[in-house]
C-alpha cells in the first residue's frame, strides 16, 4: 500500500471503524506520510457526521411509509397508553363470558310492610333505601339474608332525610332476600324483603 494511495472503499472502512485488522498497519502507515489521502479521510469523516446530523433534525417527510409513521406512533406515550388500553378492553371482552348477565347497578326503596316484595333483575351491586327506617341517629347495623335465612351481607349504614340508605356491593343470585336494620346496641328495629327476579 505504500506504493499507490489506499482506495476510497478502504477510507470510508477505516473511517467507521471496520477496516480489518490486516490492514490497518499498512493504511495508518500510509495515512502518516500521504498529504491527499488525509484529505480525503477527512472528507468521508465530514460527509458521514453531516450526514447522521441531518438525519437527527430532519423532520419525517410527508412521503414516509406507513412503517415511519406506525413507528413514530408507538414512541408517543399517549399512544402507547390509549393502545395499552384498547388492547385491556378487548382482553376483557374476550375472557368475560356471555352469561352472566348482570346489570351495572340496580336501586330499591323498601318498605317495612308485609305483602309483594318488590322486584328487580340481577345487579352487580344494590343501592337501597329503607323508606320507614329511622330518620335520625345511628350508625344502624344492615345484615342481608338469603331466604334459607344465612347472612350474604352486613355493613353499617347511616340515616337521612329519605330513610337509611347503603349499597350492597355483591353480586346476588334470583331469589327473595331479607334486609334487618338493627340500632347499635343490637336490637333488631325492622325487616325489609325484596326479590331478585
Given amino acids: 500500500m505504500e506504493s ?7 477510507l470510508e472502512l477505516y473511517a467507521r471503524g471496520r477496516l480489518p485488522e490486516s490492514d490497518l498497519p499498512v493504511l495508518e502507515d500510509h495515512l502518516m506520510i500521504c498529504t491527499t489521502c488525509r484529505e480525503k479521510l477527512d472528507e468521508i469523516e465530514d460527509f458521514a457526521l453531516g450526514m447522521q446530523e441531518a438525519l437527527v433534525s430532519a423532520p419525517m417527510p410527508q412521503t ?7 413507528a413514530s406512533l408507538f414512541r408517543r406515550p399517549a399512544f402507547s397508553m390509549a393502545l395499552a388500553f384498547v388492547a385491556l378492553l378487548v382482553v376483557i371482552g374476550v375472557f368475560s363470558n356471555g352469561r352472566t348477565k348482570f346489570a351495572p347497578s340496580a336501586s330499591l326503596q323498601l318498605t317495612a310492610m308485609r ?4 322486584s328487580t333483575i340481577p345487579a352487580r351491586e344494590f343501592d337501597l333505601t329503607l323508606l320507614d327506617g329511622p330518620r335520625e341517629g345511628g350508625p344502624f347495623r344492615i345484615e342481608v339474608l338469603n331466604a334459607a335465612g344465612a347472612s350474604v351481607w352486613g ?5 337521612g332525610p329519605a330513610g337509611v340508605r347503603f349499597k350492597l356491593t355483591q353480586r346476588l343470585a334470583q ?3 331479607f334486609v334487618r336494620l338493627y340500632s347499635v346496641s343490637g336490637t ?5 324483603g325484596f326479590r331478585i327476579r
Fill in 155 to 159: 355493613g353499617l349504614a347511616e340515616s
Fill in 64 to 70: 414516509a411509509g406507513w412503517g415511519w409513521r406506525l
Fill in 188 to 192: 333488631t328495629l325492622r325487616e325489609y
Fill in 4 to 10: 499507490f494511495h489506499g482506495t476510497e472503499d478502504q
Fill in 175 to 177: 331469589g327473595d332476600y
Fill in 115 to 118: 305483602g309483594e316484595m318488590p
